[in-house]
Nanobody
Framework: VQLQASGGGLVQPGGSLRLSCAAF????????MGWHRQAPGKQRELVAR???????NYADSVKGRFTISRDNAKNTVFLQMDTLKPEDTAVYYC????????????????????WGQGTQLTVSS
């Protein structure tokens, strides 16, 4: 399974941006899709997560500003980011939790986590 994130860029404080992440492969199921971020010199942290049932949770620092959503048919997750702050600057990574998929040899693989390549968000004037 592969995840491809897109949508990062340079935004002024107070601006908005939407990230997208598409999961490719013969995916059978997964528990949740999420966004994490890692700023320079800091550990990677959870930003937002949405379960297969549609439940969401957010980091306290982004509550009320970020919204996670998902297109189930396309195995795609979005992160709408509003009222951006300089402290939101980081590389954003999407991931799948507990994903089951068919390998190239038609074997069902259970993988605890799958990660995308990351997309850079810079919030600066």
């Amino acid at each position: 399974v592969q995840l491809q994130a897109s949508g990062g860029g340079l935004v002024q404080p107070g601006g908005s941006l939407r990230l997208s992440c598409a999961a490719f492969g013969r995916i059978l199921s997964f528990n949740a899709m999420g966004w994490h971020r890692q700023a320079p010199g800091k550990q990677r942290e959870l930003v937002a997560r949405i379960t297969s049932g549609g439940e969401t949770n957010y980091a306290d620092s982004v509550k009320g500003r970020f919204t996670i959503s998902r297109d189930n048919a396309k195995n795609t997750v979005f992160l709408q980011m509003d009222t951006l702050k300089p402290e939101d600057t980081a590389v954003y990574y999407c991931n799948l939790d507990n994903v089951n998929y068919y390998s190239a040899h038609d074997v069902i693989v259970a993988q605890k986590e799958a990660w995308g390549q990351g997309t850079q968000l810079t919030v600066s004037s």
